[in-house]
């Protein structure tokens, strides 16, 4: 059974693969690139996008989430997942006394 190739933009497809690696999973740069249906170059430059998402997200925040590449497992991978939840809680916080409806 042929796989259907599914078209996403660029912020689409960043986010997709931010969730996946959320959802605590190791991608290889192989999975990421049959997943979107994209080459090794744009798997770097999604990565390095959320590398800089994160960065942005986290200042200030002594804990910091990271994309890391594990040479080992040969993998991507998100770490320090626990605190980036509580920065996310945070932020919701703000939002919430800033919006209150």
């Known amino acids: 059974m042929a796989t259907s190739k599914s ?13 996946a690696l959320i959802s605590k999973r190791e991608l290889s740069s192989d999975e990421i690139e049959d997943m979107f249906f994209i080459g090794h170059k744009t798997v770097q430059r999604d990565i390095a996008e959320i590398r800089h998402f994160l960065a942005d997200l986290q200042q200030g925040e002594p804990i910091q989430s990271e994309v890391i590449f594990d040479r080992r497992t040969k993998k991507y991978r998100l770490t320090e997942m626990d605190n980036l939840f509580q920065v996310f809680d945070k932020i919701n916080q703000i939002d919430q006394e800033d919006h209150p409806y």
């Not at 078209?7 to 969730?19: A, P, T, W």
């Open 7 to 19: 078209v996403f933009n660029d912020k689409q497809r960043i986010l997709r693969l931010y969730s």
